[in-house]
T-cell receptor
Framework: KAGVTQTPRYLIKTRGQQVTLSCSPISGHRSVSWYQQTPGQGLQFLFEYFSETQRNKGNFPGRFSGRQFSNSRSEMNVSTLELGDSALYLC?????????????FGQGTRLTVV | TQLLEQSPQFLSIQEGENLTVYCNSSSVFSSLQWYRQEPGEGPVLLVTVVTGGEVKKLKRLTFQFGDARKDSSLHITAAQPGDTGLYLCAGQTGANNLFFGTGTRLTVIP
């Protein structure tokens, strides 16, 4: 079974631009969650999608948005990029939307905002 | 926000030594997961514990979930250089999202 695939692996953007990151979950998994990892804040939850619906949302500004397609693939968009958005963005897939389901992470997209 | 504090933050030991990493919170979690992350990679799931008092063993790694489901520990016996990495605990409270701990960076010196 293929793992979680995130594209691109690396990205450099300029302040004010927008960016779209992509995540393909493990086949059969319907839940996709997004996390931001920075040296100062660690791993923080952004949002979760299950069957194309946003189920949970973390404490991030509205510039961060996402969506999920009928094939469970998910995209995350960040508009009006700020320097502080530089981070490793991780996507995790799981089979269900309840606690206890194992989450499997992709390798992440390293976003650098200059 | 559920906070998970891990200790120690950094740990450097010689190959063959034993170690324990702690994950503590004032919040109750319905399940707790442990991950290991290497530089430039995503976290890799090691174990999920769901029952208070549960103990799980994976080869040289022993995981324990506290009776009150507020804390957990990871014990490694006879550490090897391949155990080097960032160890993260993460709790769930009913929904699917994970609240991650502050992390423990382990270095095992050959």
């Amino acid at each position: 079974k293929a793992g979680v695939t995130q594209t691109p692996r690396y990205l450099i953007k300029t302040r004010g631009q927008q960016v779209t990151l992509s995540c393909s979950p493990i086949s059969g998994h319907r839940s996709v969650s997004w996390y931001q990892q920075t040296p100062g804040q660690g791993l923080q939850f952004l949002f979760e999608y299950f069957s194309e619906t946003q189920r949970n949302k973390g404490n991030f500004p509205g510039r961060f948005s996402g969506r999920q397609f009928s094939n469970s693939r998910s995209e995350m968009n960040v508009s009006t990029l700020e320097l502080g958005d530089s981070a490793l963005y991780l996507c995790a897939s799981s089979s269900g939307s309840r606690s206890g389901n194992a989450a499997f992470f992709g390798q992440g997209t390293r976003l650098t905002v200059v | 926000t559920q906070l998970l504090e891990q200790s120690p933050q950094f740990l450097s030991i010689q190959e063959g030594e034993n170690l324990t990493v702690y994950c503590n919170s004032s919040s109750v979690f319905s399940s707790l997961q442990w991950y290991r992350q290497e530089p430039g990679e995503g976290p890799v799931l090691l174990v999920t514990v769901v029952t208070g008092g549960e103990v799980k063993k994976l080869k040289r790694l022993t995981f324990q979930f506290g009776d009150a489901r507020k804390d957990s520990s990871l014990h490694i016996t006879a550490a090897q250089p391949g155990d080097t990495g960032l160890y993260l605990c993460a709790g769930q409270t009913g929904a699917n999202n994970l609240f991650f701990g502050t992390g423990t960076r382990l270095t095992v010196i050959p």
